[in-house]
Nanobody, 122 residues
Framework: QVQLVESGGGLVQAGASLRLSCAAS????????MGWFRQAPGKERDFVAT????????YYADSVKGRFTISRDNAANTLYLQMNSLKPEDTAVYYC???????????????WGQGTQVTVSS
């Protein structure tokens, strides 16, 4: 098992940057593929980005491609999401999650954090 805790959310203006972190407990972090999802009020939880256990493969939602970067530090048991050029439509609760393989669907992920709020004002 792995426990996940997100941090780094906040209120920013459009065009600003934020970096989210996801701290994982346990010694098995490096064996999991990791993902970021987000959920806006009244909407479904959407895929944002995913990264393989080694960091060698990454995939992004079209809506964030070129603006967001997912990365991981297995030695530090931490997942990151660098978000640049933020837009009001990026406003959501952001969740990190762990899966046994690279996946873009939420039902492929077994472990979830509690989420961190990102609000982008226009």
């Amino acid at each position: 098992q792995v426990q996940l805790v997100e941090s780094g959310g906040g209120l920013v203006q459009a065009g600003a940057s934020l970096r989210l972190s996801c701290a994982a407990s346990g010694r098995t972090f490096s064996s999991y593929s990791m993902g970021w999802f987000r959920q806006a009020p009244g909407k479904e939880r959407d895929f944002v980005a995913t990264i393989s256990w080694s960091g060698g493969r990454t995939y992004y939602a079209d809506s964030v491609k070129g603006r967001f970067t997912i990365s991981r530090d297995n030695a530090a048991n931490t997942l990151y999401l660098q978000m640049n050029s933020l837009k009001p439509e990026d406003t959501a609760v952001y969740y990190c999650a762990a899966a046994t393989g690279v996946a873009t669907t939420s039902n492929s992920y077994s472990f979830w954090g509690q989420g961190t709020q990102v609000t982008v004002s226009s």
